[in-house]
């Protein structure tokens, strides 16, 4: 699949040219539960505890590392 | 990994989830008194503001994980946050693993039986006699017990009596030492049959442009140590069951995050991460094999296995990925989606694109149907045999994790606010790999059978979080 590289790329550029302000009182949304960057950490963990032990990438979201020995 | 009987570590396993349930009605009795979540109100519940401060949260989980015809996992965990009215937090997460079942032991499939020597002991010194699956045998030959397994022809070979058990422990703290500064530090430890981890991480968190930027910096140091029973096998030393070479041998991870939280509108939240790891040590899988395959053509026997030699990897790896995630709010829905780049210098890059959609369903409940591609490229020195007939290169390995795949995440998230306290979650997601790129082709007799070690896994979710 070399061309989810080129896609990921673009949305980085896309997404860096397309900053805006947002006031302290616009921030309703962004505080929802269904808005965290962690809704459910436990869920997090685990998928990335399965793909740790399944493939050779690691990193990104997180720290580098699986603190276990299933790679 | 051992070959024991498993049997008490199943009685172990069943204990433990029944506990777990123990527990999780206690608390369920608990909460009896609790307001059911949004009788009167009009808004989901995951529309509303989490409490950020003074506050306790408690989650119990359990894990079903299940490899087709491979290893079995049950993982229960239980974590506890707590957040004080200044904003400081201090969480905690135990996860118990224990794992059985068979994995591919990286020798390639023949046309003929093939026989894997596990141990060689003097005669009555075997601690055991038959793996849980009865796929392991014990011969006493020339006054030595020879502990081996065996795979048909044509089949891919699997280690059978493959069992483990992991016990895990993370604490981490977080507080504000500026107005816009904060930091985090954590610890993690982990214990295996056979190896441990123990780790340490530290992070700094600025706030900028009126909290509508944070960035952070964090270091993370792991040290790891493999201590299989019978010792780690010298590099390509044949696989006869003698003891290891070494007792035991370390890796250390150096990990460095450098991220990027930044507000895009009021309903657009994108986050950016660089991460850098620095992998040196012992880094092959102290099980793992390559066939030494007969490579001289024209013979009858060309393709049949001569020997099986431990793999032998780099000891120094680097690795860069990129993550891009976003959180983008339609109303009540809401899409996450995120792609992450990833190279080693082991020859390796990887693309993955994952993407979930929040959609709420009455006042108390989410669903969250999700999808992820990922691809890899194979190391470089990844070979599904070791041709006979050539010098063994430096490095070899056969570990199906290093060959180039693509996998498909296909799964379905869901939480509900039982009571404004109680909330419980499940997910259920199915993993699948497939070869990528041309296929591999065993030589001579062996040419017809397909190398590739890759799996299916279903894994399974449930868990209940209580907020006090």
């Known amino acids: ?71 | 990994m051992q070959l024991k009987d498993n049997k008490g570590m199943m009685e172990a396993v069943v204990l433990l989830t029944a506990n777990l349930l123990n527990s999780t009605a206690v608390l369920a009795q608990d909460i009896n008194s609790a307001k059911i979540y949004d009788v009167e109100d009009d808004v989901n519940f995951y529309d509303e503001a989490a409490p950020s401060e003074d506050v306790l949260s408690v989650d119990v989980a359990v894990v079903n994980y299940e490899e087709k015809g491979r290893v079995k996992a049950v993982e229960p965990m239980v974590a506890v946050k707590y957040v004080n009215s200044e904003g400081t937090a201090f969480t905690a997460k135990y996860t118990y693993d224990t794992l059985t079942g068979a994995t591919p032991n990286g020798a390639a499939p023949s046309a003929r039986l093939q026989n894997f020597i596990v141990s060689s002991v003097p005669a009555g010194s075997t601690v055991t006699s038959t793996s849980a699956s009865g796929r392991t045998i014990t011969r006493t030959i020339n006054g030595n017990d020879i502990v081996a397994y065996e795979t048909q022809p044509g089949e891919l070979p699997l280690a059978y009596g493959f069992k483990d058990e992991r016990h895990s422990l993370d604490l981490g703290f977080s507080t504000d030492i500026l107005e816009n500064t904060r930091i985090a530090l954590g610890t993690t430890i982990s214990r295996e049959t056979d190896y441990s981890t123990n780790g340490v991480r530290a992070s700094v968190i600025q706030s900028l442009n009126n909290e509508l930027t944070t960035l952070s910096l964090g270091v993370s140091l792991e040290s790891n140590t493999s201590k299989p029973e019978n010792g780690i096998p010298a590099a390509f030393s044949r696989m006869d069951g003698s003891q290891g070479a070494f007792e035991s041998l370390d890796k250390d991870v150096t990990s460095v995050n450098v991220g990027l939280t930044q507000v895009m509108s009021r309903d657009w939240l994108l986050s950016v991460n660089y991460n850098y790891g620095n992998v040196s040590g012992y880094q092959s899988d102290p099980y793992r094999i390559v066939s030494l395959l007969h490579s001289w053509e024209g013979f009858e026997w060309t393709g049949y296995p001569m020997e099986y030699l431990f793999e032998n990897r780099p000891e120094e790896r680097v690795r860069h990925s990129v993550y891009l995630g976003n959180k983008i709010a339609f109303d009540s829905y809401v899409l996450d989606i995120s792609g992450r780049y990833y190279t080693d210098d082991w020859g390796i890059d990887s693309q993955t694109l994952e993407a979930s959609l929040h959609i709420p369903v009455w006042k108390s409940i989410y669903i969250e149907p999700l999808a992820r591609i990922y691809h890899q490229s194979a190391a470089d020195f990844f070979t599904y045999y070791l041709p006979a007939s050539e010098e063994l290169p430096e490095y070899a390995s056969a570990d199906s994790r290093l060959d180039s795949f693509d996998a498909v995440t296909l799964g379905l998230r869901t939480g509900m606010a039982v009571t404004d306290q109680l909330e419980a979650y499940m997910m259920a997601e199915y993993y699948h790999q497939q070869k990528s790129g041309e296929k591999g082709v065993l030589p001579g007799i062996s040419a017809s059978y397909d190398p590739y070690a890759g799996t299916d896994a279903a894994v399974a979710m449930i868990g209940l979080r209580y907020t006090f």
């Open chain 1, 1 to 71: 699949m070399p061309y989810l590289k080129w896609f990921i790329a673009t949305l980085i550029v896309a997404q860096l040219m397309a900053c805006t302000t947002v006031k302290p009182w616009e921030r309703d949304v962004l505080a929802r539960r269904s808005m965290s960057l962690e809704k459910n950490p436990m869920f997090l963990s685990m998928d990335d505890h399965v793909y740790f032990s399944k493939e050779a990438a690691a990193g990104g979201r997180t720290f580098d590392g699986g603190g276990c020995g299933c790679n």
